[in-house]
């Protein structure tokens, strides 16, 4: 049985690990359970890096303060487990909204916490890595009445962020927004999100279906995942919604072959779809020593040369004519090179604009983009 002391040091040790991961700019910490330690782990800037390991605390006890700040069954250790919590500097006044998700492992039990961005000031299309006539194409791609809008690219390229400064964007008293998402990421007040819950008979259908009878302006399907979820997200389009959405795809022309594949006909493409936009995310160089070394590590980046990430975008309106494109060339190669006669600049070429602006380096464009695209 444990005493108020020991229930203290466990909430203490917590603070810590978190205020550590904070002061880092952590976007992921994982809480790990090793043979004899508790390793902590965090995700900074896209790279996981091992934080400490702790042998004073017990590592049961430290998930169970994990799962009793995110509402979770502590005596359940056989299964996953999905929640959300606060946490903060402040550990009287948290106000940083975090993901939990827990997984049974060999040793104990494992905890990953993702920090979400804490509100709409930091949704901002300013601020996503778009050059200024990309994020021209696609502020004209969401000031459309109706039509789908594709966000892609690999899991953590950002998509959710770009998702929602679009809708940020949209926010506005005169639209109705409603989400469908599995699970809610960033609470944005103003915008009518339901989560995914299939168990109790909230799948996508059903949600989409209710949804429509809710008088909706624009609709965000947090994920394009399989065919009938495209299906539904076309019919949406095509009734008079502006529709948003993701699709796990290599890059934004191997999108609309993906849509294709999965069932939609290319005169529903060539009506329905308005703009695709695929993206990564790279590492910058410092901006107070610009990556460049000196006899004294650099205090802001600590001698690595790199810190944040911006956004490598690249922007595809879907235009009648690139429609009628995409119906002639049926090899993305073929389609590509026609889109880049027209204008359309690839995730190399935006991203080598970056690397001529002295945001980031070549090896870092490439070590993101070498291998999807």
């Given amino acids: 049985m444990s005493t108020p002391h020991d229930d203290f040091t466990i909430i203490r040790a917590w603070q810590e690990i978190v205020a550590q991961a904070i002061h880092a700019r952590a976007t992921d910490i994982h809480v790990e359970a090793h043979e004899d330690t508790t390793a902590i782990r965090i995700r900074v800037d ?10 004073d605390i017990a590592h ?55 920090l979400l961005p804490s509100g709409a000031h930091e949704l901002d299309m300013g601020k996503l890595g778009l050059h200024p006539e990309q994020q021209a194409l696609l502020a004209d791609a969401i000031k459309q009445p109706d039509g ?32 469908i998402e599995d699970p809610i990421e960033i609470r944005l007040p103003g915008v009518n999100q339901v989560a995914y819950h299939p168990k109790a008979g909230l799948d996508f259908s059903c949600i989409v279906r209710a949804m429509l009878r809710q008088d909706p302006d624009v609709i965000l399907i947090g994920e394009i995942r399989d065919a009938a979820t495209a299906k539904l997200a076309i019919q949406a389009a095509q009734t008079g919604h502006l529709v948003l959405s993701t699709l796990h795809t290599r890059g934004a022309i191997a999108s609309a072959h993906r849509l294709r594949g999965l069932g939609i006909a290319n005169d529903e493409l060539r009506d329905c779809l308005r703009c695709i936009t695929s993206q990564r995310l790279v590492r910058t160089l410092c901006s107070l020593c610009h990556g460049r070394r000196t006899d004294l590590p650099c205090t802001q980046c600590h001698g690595s040369g790199l810190l944040g990430r911006i956004g490598v975008h690249e922007v595809l309106p879907f235009s009648p004519a690139m429609g009628c494109a995409f119906e002639r060339h049926t090899s ?9 006669s027209i204008g359309f600049e690839d995730l ?17 464009l490439h070590a993101q983009i070498g291998s999807w695209h």
Avoid: F, W
Wanted: include cysteine; aromatic fraction near 2%.
């Fill in 46 to 55: 896209g790279a996981l890096q091992l934080m400490g390991r702790r042998n």
């Fill in 60 to 114: 049961e006890r430290i998930i169970a303060r994990i799962k009793v700040l995110a509402r979770l069954d502590i005596a359940e250790q056989r299964l996953p487990q999905d929640g959300r919590l606060l946490l903060g500097l402040n550990y009287s006044k948290p106000d940083m909204d975090c993901r939990v998700s827990i997984l049974p492992t060999l040793h104990g039990e494992k905890a990953v916490l993702r």
């Fill in 148 to 179: 789908l809008i594709l966000v892609t690219g690999p899991t953590g390229s950002g998509k959710t962020r770009t998702l929602y400064s679009c809708l940020n964007q949209l926010n506005r008293n005169h639209r109705n927004i409603c989400s």
């Fill in 332 to 340: 993305i190669a073929e389609l590509t090179q026609y889109a880049k």
């Fill in 348 to 364: 190399h070429t935006a991203g080598m604009r970056h690397v001529a602006q002295e945001r980031i380096t070549e090896t870092e």
